[in-house]
């Protein structure tokens, strides 16, 4: 096909650089009551201004933007969990923060599947009352403390933070690892073995307790903002630090099964962040007296991306609908988490290679996006294991082991 451009195709150019400026390819947020589209439109905004170019540099240096979360905050999304939102608007407003900065997705998603979420079903009244108000405008951090330095993947089977009885208290014992805000939150979720009847259960602890101590685990590749920790626990706790329907393995899986579908919304924003900045290079970048758009490979190359990502947000859309209906089942979770991570990494493999040597600089965002989507692609369980609890629901047999 001669790359001479005809008055249609240089017009469908700049129609199409104009018209696909959001990059939901599948206008989902057509399907929110108007409340709910301000609201992310919003969001949208915050993040666009605010966290897209402000994060680069705290991603470099591994630090926390607390400035970013106080302004989410600000937005609601600190209490996504709790103040009725429809299960779309959710995963819209994930998908906008992740398109944005995929760590502070991770802290935010996290916060409010695995911390606002746990505290409020499976926490006491009082543990809801102290600390869902500073959680829901995130000025208050959490920790979800499950992974160990010795068992990650069999985890439910192996867990070896011990929590033992003693008359009126509860002693912990133990570590963790890869505990995202490890380091900087104010309250512990952290699950440990019940010494007298061997379930796992799950307590609730201010970081400041005697006892907790935390380490910045430095060098990662991806999700540098989140602030991953190894914990050391030598802890002495009221009997009231127990969730009181914290008391076994079942409750863990069940919060996990919805932060694994949040994975997914994570991997939409990740692939719509990594199509706009392709786009945008490969319409701005010349070569052989053109932009590079104008070359069919590189528009193979973005069909590609964007094909990835139609598939993935047209997977969380209906699983949205799934989840109004009380309808996420873990084979439909799994599905969702190891089936969009690996999308959205084959997609940061083309954008690198539509960005030429730029694409290995952080500072074009996609280096940044592919060792962010690289993490994403081993938490909250990695693609192998997902891919067997997904094995086993389709075949009643389990082959971990
Ligand atoms: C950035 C980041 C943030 C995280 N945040 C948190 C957090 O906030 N809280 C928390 O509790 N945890 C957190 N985690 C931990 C995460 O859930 C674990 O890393 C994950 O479950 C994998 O465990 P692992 O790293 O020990 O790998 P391993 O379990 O050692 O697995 C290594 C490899 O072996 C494969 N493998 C293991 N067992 C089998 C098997 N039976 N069959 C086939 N293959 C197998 C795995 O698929 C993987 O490819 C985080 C991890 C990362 C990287």
Not at 13 to 38: F, G, I, K, N
Not at 210 to 218: C, D, E, L, V
Not at 257 to 280: E, F, I, K, N, Y
Request: proline content about 3%.
């Amino acid at each position: 096909m001669s790359t001479k451009a005809t008055p249609e195709s240089s017009q469908g150019v700049r129609t199409s650089a104009s018209s696909h400026s959001h990059p939901d390819l599948l206008d989902l947020a057509r399907h929110l009551s108007a409340e709910e589209q301000e609201r992310l439109q919003r969001i949208e905004a915050y993040v666009q201004e605010n966290v897209r170019h402000q994060s680069i540099e705290p991603w470099h240096h591994e630090q926390l933007p607390i400035d970013m979360l106080h302004g989410l905050g600000d937005l609601g999304v600190g209490e996504l969990f709790l103040d009725g939102s429809s299960q779309l608007f959710q995963g819209l407003a994930h998908i906008a923060v992740a398109r944005a900065d995929v760590s502070i997705s991770a802290v935010v998603g996290i916060h409010n599947e695995l911390i606002v979420g746990t505290i409020e079903s499976l926490g006491s009244a009082e543990q809801k009352e102290h600390w869902l108000p500073g959680l829901r405008r995130l000025r208050t951090l959490g920790a979800f403390c499950l992974t160990e330095p010795d068992h990650g993947s069999d985890i439910a089977g192996g867990l070896a933070t011990s929590a033992t009885f003693e008359g009126n208290s509860w002693r912990i014992r133990g570590s963790k690892r890869w505990i995202g805000l490890g380091t900087v939150a104010d309250v512990a979720v952290i699950w440990a073995r019940d010494t007298s009847d061997g379930h796992i259960k799950g307590f609730l602890v201010p970081t400041d307790t005697p006892g907790y101590r935390a380490h910045k685990i430095t060098n990662k590749t991806g999700l540098r903002i989140m602030q991953n920790a190894e914990l050391e626990l030598d802890l002495t706790l009221p009997e009231s630090a127990l969730m009181p329907k914290a008391t076994s393995f079942a409750a863990t899986s069940e919060g996990l099964r919805g932060s694994r579908a949040w994975v997914g919304w994570q991997a939409v924003g990740a692939q719509q962040a990594l199509l706009d900045t392709a786009r945008h290079h490969a319409l701005t970048r010349t070569q052989f007296g053109k932009p590079l758009a104008s070359f069919q490979l590189v528009q193979t190359a973005l069909a590609t991306m964007a094909g990835n990502l139609a598939v993935s947000t047209a997977f969380m859309g209906e699983l949205a609908r799934l989840q109004e209906a009380n309808q996420l089942t873990m084979l439909r979770a799994t599905l969702a988490k190891a089936t969009l991570t690996r999308l959205a990494r084959e997609s940061a493999a083309t954008a690198r290679d539509v960005l030429g040597g730029n694409g290995i600089l952080s500072t074009h965002e996609v280096a940044k996006i592919a060792g962010d989507i690289d993490a994403i692609y081993t938490y909250e369980g990695s693609y192998g294991i997902n891919m067997l609890i997904a094995g086993r629901e389709l075949t009643g047999v389990s082959a971990f082991v």
